[in-house]
């Protein structure tokens, strides 16, 4: 792949050089089981920037991930941004979901192969887990990159977030598009809505949406598997 090393560095990213061997040999994995099943449609060129170094643009913040902190990345596929961020920082304890099989068949080999014991892999919707005690609103972080619009995110994330804790949403340019109706399901999921973060690499325009978690979330939330997708909190709607 391209100098992996080179591009974190040139973008300020804070990780180790051992980080950095680790997360060469999670894309080389990739590289080989997506020849077998259909993990990411990037090309092997821009998969450094657009997958790597993408998930981990956030940990130039100081603030959004604390030392220690649990997190979990709903919709994870191949592990963006999640396992990315179980490398790069071996403090954080990070829970891996994901609904289809062969991803999560995926991600295991990538944990059992680094021997990574700071990620665990649910296979699982989003839907059912963020009902059940010891995972609904236990993480301090939940995360998700490119998974549905913000509205959508607030109701898959929010669920899990604690008291005091923060949903962070990777989004493209059309998160500004998206706020107005993410400011309604936020609040109505006991959510309050930051300031977006904008983080350039290159002429690509990154943000992370941070949703901070003020109220308990109410018992009717997440709705029943594929509610949220289909009837999406909007204003005026419940």
């Not at 090393?5 to 950095?20: D, K, N, Q, T």
């Not at 990345?73 to 963006?80: E, I, L, N, R, S």
């Not at 995972?135 to 301090?140: F, G, L, V």
């Not at 350039?200 to 325009?205: H, L, S, T, V």
Request: proline share 6%; with cysteine; glycine share 8%.
């Amino acid at each position: 792949m391209c100098d992996l090393g080179r591009l974190l560095g040139e973008a300020e990213i804070p990780v180790s050089e051992e980080a950095v061997q680790g997360l060469k040999l999670y894309h080389s994995m990739l590289l080989d089981w997506n020849t077998r099943m259909d993990l990411t449609s990037v090309s092997q060129q821009d998969m450094a920037s657009r997958h790597f170094v993408d998930s981990l643009l956030p940990l130039k913040e100081k603030d959004l991930f604390p030392l220690g902190a649990r997190v979990i990345d709903v919709g994870t596929g191949a592990g963006f941004p999640g396992l990315a961020i179980a490398i790069a920082r071996p403090d954080c304890f990070v829970t891996l979901l994901e609904a289809q099989g062969k991803r999560c068949q995926f991600l295991r080999a990538v944990c059992g192969e680094m021997k990574i014991e700071n990620a665990e892999v649910v296979q699982e919707r989003a839907e059912v887990l963020g009902r059940m005690e010891g995972r609904r609103e236990s993480y301090d972080r939940a995360i998700a990159r490119a998974v549905a619009p913000l509205n959508v995110l607030c109701e898959y994330l929010l669920p899990f977030v604690r008291l005091g804790g923060l949903a962070l949403c990777w989004k493209g340019p059309a998160a500004e598009e998206e706020m107005q109706d993410a400011l309604f399901a936020s609040s109505a999921l006991g959510g309050e809505m930051g300031n977006i973060i904008v983080m350039p690499q290159g002429d690509i325009r990154h943000v992370v949406v941070p949703v901070k978690k003020i109220e308990k979330t109410l018992p009717q939330y997440p709705r029943k598997n594929g509610i949220p997708t289909k009837r999406p909190l909007k204003s005026g709607k419940k």
